[in-house]
């Protein structure tokens, strides 16, 4: 029984499944005892979990869609955004962080085909709800002005004026407007430097 106890102590076995890094600890290595000596690095690859942060004026909203079902949240890689992981929503954090206004968010993602890697930068996408009928524009259209966002609408005489609008969230490139511009109009969404109201414009051939 002792033989066995002593041999027992010779097979170090890891709490989690994952992928092994660099050994760090090698034959002939000095290794104290109670001393924090890591043999090696083991990330934990599936189940795996995304960190992120959202603004904290949507904390009341991801709370009450999150308290009916644990909401979808999609990631790709930045370097290959064609490969799309779902996972879920697991954790809120408790408290807001007061520097950049952040709420700090954790998704846990099944990933059997093994996209995701530890340590890596992905885009995340929440999804909060469905909106119906919503008008969206380009994000290239929306521009800073004096009295806060605005876009060149098109006129049918080929003018253009500029148009104070009320912007909702961004999806994939395209931002929802929410007021200033009513479904069916045509914006400006290049060289808007060079206009001012009335400006004529050329419409760009797309081919």
Do not use: M
């Amino acid at each position: 029984e002792k033989a066995k106890l002593d041999l027992s102590y010779c097979s170090i076995r890891s709490p989690i499944s994952g992928r092994a890094g660099n050994l760090l600890v090698y034959p002939g290595n000095l290794v104290q005892e109670h001393a924090d000596n890591a043999l090696v690095v083991i990330n934990q690859v599936t189940p795996i979990f995304a960190n992120f942060g959202v603004p904290e004026q949507y904390l009341a909203q991801i709370r009450q869609a999150n308290s009916r079902k644990p909401l979808a949240v999609r990631v790709s890689p930045q370097n290959d955004p064609t490969k799309v992981v779902t996972g879920r929503l697991s954790v809120i954090d408790n408290t807001v962080d007061s520097t950049t206004g952040t709420i700090k968010l954790k998704a846990v993602f099944d990933d059997p085909q093994r996209v995701l890697w530890p340590g890596q930068f992905v885009d995340v996408v929440l999804t909060l709800g469905a909106q119906d009928n919503a008008t969206v524009v380009p994000s290239e259209a929306v521009q800073a002005g004096q009295d806060g966002q605005l876009i060149y609408v098109v006129k049918q005489d080929q003018t253009v004026e500029p148009r104070n609008v009320t912007v909702g969230p961004t999806v994939d490139r395209k931002i929802v407007i929410e007021t200033g511009v009513e479904p069916g109009e045509t914006v400006v969404v290049d060289g808007q430097l060079r206009l001012f109201p009335g400006a004529h414009i050329r419409l760009a051939s797309t081919t």
